[in-house]
């Protein structure tokens, strides 16, 4: 167990510029989640993967953001177009599937600045 | 709506001692599970301890343990012996509703543990 890896672990970059970011999960969880954390506040889910199909979507998730989970492994998290309001730490978190007992393990995070 | 609430923002304690870390929540579902998470100073997010609604014995991890009160929709964490690594942010989170089990986060409490 490898645990949940996430790179990178920092990101600058100018506004209006794309940024992607990735998350290996542990190798044997098929859920995968993607959660967003500002400064002061607890992770807020942006959405869900259960192998390859992407389940749900917050309202956070804006059409700026988009994810991906091509293989069912590792999963993409894209914003086009940045905005200031997108500085925030990113969180991926894996988990097996089964009723939501299960406990999710998440990665170190991708922390990204907007300048 | 789901919701969690952390009223305490900080809490200290002196090494050794016992500090109580308060959580309420609000769900219409009837089973369902409750989680601790901790997350260290730049570091990730750890689950520290979990509670089944259906089960009325409180869970226990060795120094942490919950007192969890499904009438008054409460779930705190009792943090015995702290110990200097137990200075964390202290997330109380709760499943978002149907069986994906996405987490709904309360705001935290950040929890200095002092020499």
């Known amino acids: 167990d490898t645990g949940v890896s996430q790179n990178p ?53 804006s059409d700026r953001f988009s994810a991906e989970r091509p293989k069912g492994s590792f999963s993409t998290l894209e914003i086009q177009r940045t905005e200031q309001g997108d500085s925030a730490m990113y969180l991926c978190a894996s988990s097996l599937q089964g009723a939501s007992n299960q406990p999710q393990h998440f990665g170190d995070g991708t922390r990204l600045s907007i300048l | ?69 499904k009438a008054a929709k409460s779930f705190s964490l009792k943090i015995s012996d702290s110990q200097l690594g137990d200075t964390a942010m202290y997330f109380c989170a709760f499943p978002g509703g149907g069986s994906q089990g996405n987490l709904i986060f309360g705001k935290g409490t950040k929890l200095s543990v002092k020499p």
């Open chain 1, 9 to 61: 672990r920092h990101k600058i970059t100018k506004r209006g510029q794309n940024v992607t970011f990735r998350c290996d999960p542990i190798s044997e969880h098929n859920r995968l989640y993607w959660y967003r954390q500002t400064l002061g506040q607890g992770p807020e889910f942006l959405t869900y993967f259960q192998n390859e199909a992407q389940l749900e979507k917050s309202r956070l998730l």
């Open chain 2, 1 to 69: 709506a789901q919701t969690v609430t952390q009223s305490q923002p900080e809490m200290s304690v002196q090494e050794a001692e016992t500090v109580t870390l308060s959580c309420t929540y609000d769900t219409s579902e009837n089973n369902y599970y409750l989680f601790w998470y901790k997350q260290p100073p730049s570091r990730q997010m750890i689950l520290v301890i979990r509670q089944e609604a259906y089960k009325q014995q409180n869970a226990t991890e060795n120094r942490f343990s919950v007192n969890f009160q």
